[in-house]
């Protein structure tokens, strides 16, 4: 490997690092350096959170540790196989980087993987002495998220939970076949023991934090995981299911979809085209219809086509609203949280309204149009005191109504992914 500086070193690995779309830092209780103590709080003033417009965040210093790896997946950029500038940083080479970083105020935390070189357990060796000289040695106290490798010692990956926020484990393919396929060297099953065994760390300790205040802090931020998508042949309604899985097995906080990037000299057997990028957006809607709106997996799944893809057009709650009508309208005076959950439009605030303000008087469609950024999405689903859509929920042509006008096309946009 030819010598690089850090300077080249940090180009080659935040730019392998951009594959991982996992960084968000949401969901994790923060650590505090206000009082003169230790570094690193993200409550201080001149600290910002940027997130990028795709709600990826953007406020971490995210990179590998190496891109260099033993293991050829054909998705990855990284591959032994791949053809590509390979660098490595030493875990002390990071450390200074991120307090660097830090200092200056670029980044509120670190987001830390890497490729396997050696073996799976020098490897994780390696990224645990990163987070553990950054919390021992320098007191940081600003955000970690660490990658770790499933193949490694049991008790290494634990250790990443001793001094991460957030671990997280992918399980890179939504089925058993795709990964056999894609990535021949990893192991569904070492990959979801992993990720039980994580479990069952975070919920110790959490027991153990609610008995004694001194118990040590353990991945408070939980673990996440990471899918491709588009990569394979895994529908959506395949991959739904699959996240609603991972998120009722290993208490997941997050399950994040990555549409798959043809990546330069493209092994054999991947697509030629990236899927379109709304299809990991309408994934990410169904996700959050399933966390925080009731749905159920089966619910999502029966909005999709006869190919077991969700729309691109509408929202996955709209699609439902619209294949099954009968459940509409929903009387905004009378229904269950649950009834109301379902309305296109209405969000998780704008239900709690809904039944709070209820509860003193009668709602009008006035009312409601507060409480939503589309009245004309939500009036063909609700009755108030002074509104029935009557005829309107039935109507054949109710999808062409409320579809999103279509913008007008700029000239000098990029051209679309797949352009020829
Ligand atoms: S193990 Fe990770 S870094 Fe190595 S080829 Fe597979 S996905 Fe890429």
């Not at 006035?366 to 005829?391: E, G, M, N, Q, Y």
């Amino acid at each position: 490997m030819a010598r690089l500086d850090t300077q080249q070193k940090l180009e080659i690995l935040a730019d392998a690092a951009k594959y991982d779309a996992s960084c968000a830092s949401s969901g994790s209780s923060r650590r505090d350096s206000r009082g003169g103590k230790g570094m690193g709080s993200t409550e201080g003033m001149g600290i910002c959170h940027a997130y990028a417009p795709d709600g990826r965040c953007i406020s971490l210093l995210k990179i590998l540790l190496t891109n260099s790896c033993i293991f050829d997946c054909h998705y990855c950029i990284n591959r032994k196989s791949s053809n590509v500038r390979r660098a490595r940083f030493t875990a002390q080479e990071v450390v200074q980087l991120t307090l660097n970083f830090y200092k200056r105020n670029y980044i509120e935390g670190l987001f830390l993987s890497s490729g396997i070189i050696g073996s799976s357990n020098y490897t994780m060796e390696q990224l645990v002495e990163v987070a553990r000289s950054l919390r021992e040695d320098h007191d940081f106290r600003g955000y970690i998220h660490l990658k770790t490798i499933p193949d490694a010692d049991p008790e290494l990956v634990r250790q990443a939970g001793l001094h991460a926020d957030r671990v997280s484990i992918n399980v890179e393919l939504p089925t058993r076949s795709g990964l056999r396929k894609l990535a021949p060297e990893k192991d569904d099953k070492r990959i979801e023991g992993a990720m039980k065994d994580m479990k069952s760390s975070i919920v110790d300790a959490r027991d153990a934090r609610r008995k004694y205040r001194s118990a040590p802090r353990f991945a408070p931020g939980g673990q996440s995981t990471q899918m491709i998508v588009g990569a394979d042949d895994a529908n959506d309604g395949a991959i739904v299911t699959r996240a609603r899985t991972l998120y009722d097995r290993f208490g997941l906080r997050r399950v994040y979809y990555s549409a798959f990037s043809p990546i330069p000299e493209p092994s054999a057997v991947l697509p030629l085209t990236r899927p379109p990028l709304m299809r990991e957006h309408r994934l990410y809607q169904s996700d959050w219809l399933m966390r925080f709106y009731g749905f159920t997996p089966k619910e999502v799944v029966a909005t999709t086509d006869d190919k077991g893809m969700l729309p691109l057009d509408i929202d996955p709650k709209l699609a439902f609203a619209l294949k099954f009508r009968e459940q509409f309208p929903v009387d905004v005076n009378r229904a269950t949280r649950e009834q109301l959950l379902r309305v296109p439009g209405l969000g998780t605030k704008a239900v709690g309204r809904i039944l709070a303000s209820r509860r003193f008087r009668s709602l009008r469609l006035d009312d409601i149009a507060r409480l939503t950024v589309s009245l004309k999405k939500v009036r063909p689903f609700i009755v108030t005191a002074d509104w029935r859509p009557t005829l309107l929920t039935d109507r054949a042509n109710l999808k062409a109504l409320l579809m999103p006008a279509p913008a007008q096309l700029d000239l000098f946009a990029p051209p679309p992914a797949n352009a020829a």
